[in-house]
């Protein structure tokens, strides 16, 4: 089946850092969302990107759709000790497809 | 801000016995999704809904389990003869017809011993 492989696994930075993550994939995906995900809670949608090569900001928050429609990046500007938690990129093959496919995951902590 | 709900929160049940989890979608929202997150692992897709039919399923979403839209509020997702790797969380997710994004509940935990 479809896999998206998010690098890295997980990240340990201090408060003020910029941070980077990627997720990338074998298949082509139409729609790129992602979501962060704090223990024990759903998942809550962050940014969605519908075209390739597009740029999308939400706040301190910035990503981008891959030109090849099978990767995406998100940058993380100034963190805070609140952007701790779980990244997840997720794809979406509209076309006879809803399913998100979700990717392994960004583990971001803030050491004080 | 509107946002999908679900109960319980947490549910325990023993092996063999059936579960009924419950969604409550936002409310101008058409299209209903189950997803389940075992541990420590990545979010999984089980099933769509639209339309009071099931759009698509995945492997994972077998005989024993089934979804409903028993009103124009509540979604819910059975699981007939629980087995213990069903535990999980369980996440409930919705859109509306004017976009591709889906917006997740907070989840049941389920617990199978």
């Known amino acids: 089946g479809q896999q998206l492989n998010q690098s890295p696994q997980s990240m340990f930075i201090q408060e003020g850092e910029d941070v980077s993550m990627n997720c990338t994939s074998s298949?082509?995906?139409?729609?790129w969302l992602w979501y962060k995900q704090d223990p024990g809670e759903g998942p809550v949608l962050l940014i969605a990107l519908y075209k390739a090569g597009e740029l999308t900001s939400n706040g301190r928050l910035t990503a981008q759709f891959g030109i090849t429609r099978k990767d995406s990046f998100l940058n993380i500007s100034a963190s805070i000790p609140s952007d701790v938690g779980i990244y997840f990129c997720a794809g979406q093959q509209i076309i006879g497809n809803e399913k998100l496919t979700f990717g392994t995951g960004t583990r971001l902590t803030i050491i004080p | 801000e509107p946002e999908v709900t679900q109960t319980p929160s947490h549910q325990v049940t023993q092996m063999g016995q059936e579960v009924i989890l419950r969604c409550v979608p936002i409310s101008n929202h058409l299209y209903f999704y189950w997803y389940r997150q075992i541990l420590g692992q990545k979010v999984e897709f089980l099933v769509s809904?639209?339309?009071?039919?099931?759009?698509?399923k995945s492997e994972i979403f077998d005989d024993q389990f089934s979804v409903e839209r028993p009103d124009g509020s509540n979604f819910t997702l059975k699981i007939r003869s629980t087995k213990l790797e069903d535990s999980a969380m369980y996440f409930c997710a919705s859109r509306s017809q004017l976009s591709y994004e889906q917006y997740f509940g907070p989840g049941t935990r389920l617990t199978v011993t």
């Open positions: 298949s082509i995906f139409n729609t």
């Open positions: 809904f639209y339309n009071n039919e099931i759009s698509e």
